[in-house]
Nanobody
Framework: VHLEESGGGLVQAGDSLRLSCEASGSLYNINAMGWYRQAPGKQRDLVAVFHIVDVRGAGATDYADSVKGRFTISRDRAKNTVYLQMNSLQPEDTAVYYC???????????????WGRGTQVTVSS
């Protein structure tokens, strides 16, 4: 599985950006795709995840508390692409954003995480 991210950049506080992540390869066992971010000197944290398969129903989403109401994750199934629409960006959103795809085994257990190379988002005050 290969993940190709795009859409990062330098913006001012209050601006918007949309990140894209196109997946290719063997996607049959991918059950979730999402975005993580890592600021300098900090750990990589979950931002948002789109559940392709979930007990709550296909398309269930989860967000970090810090981005709820500002960020929206969506998926274009035909394009194998996940988007992260980021509105009302703040300096604390500055980080490298990584696309993630989670592969499961035949029992539904997480088997492997695929990662993109990351895209820089910088928000100036």
């Amino acid at each position: 599985v290969h993940l190709e991210e795009s859409g990062g950049g330098l913006v001012q506080a209050g601006d918007s950006l949309r990140l894209s992540c196109e997946a290719s390869g063997s996607l049959y066992n991918i059950n979730a795709m999402g975005w993580y971010r890592q600021a300098p000197g900090k750990q990589r944290d979950l931002v948002a995840v789109f559940h392709i398969v979930d007990v709550r129903g296909a398309g269930a989403t989860d967000y970090a508390d810090s981005v709820k109401g500002r960020f929206t994750i969506s998926r274009d199934r035909a394009k194998n692409t996940v988007y992260l629409q980021m509105n009302s960006l703040q300096p604390e959103d500055t980080a490298v954003y990584y696309c993630n795809a989670r592969e499961i085994d035949d029992l539904g257990h997480a088997r492997f995480d695929y990662w993109g190379r990351g895209t820089q988002v910088t928000v100036s005050s």
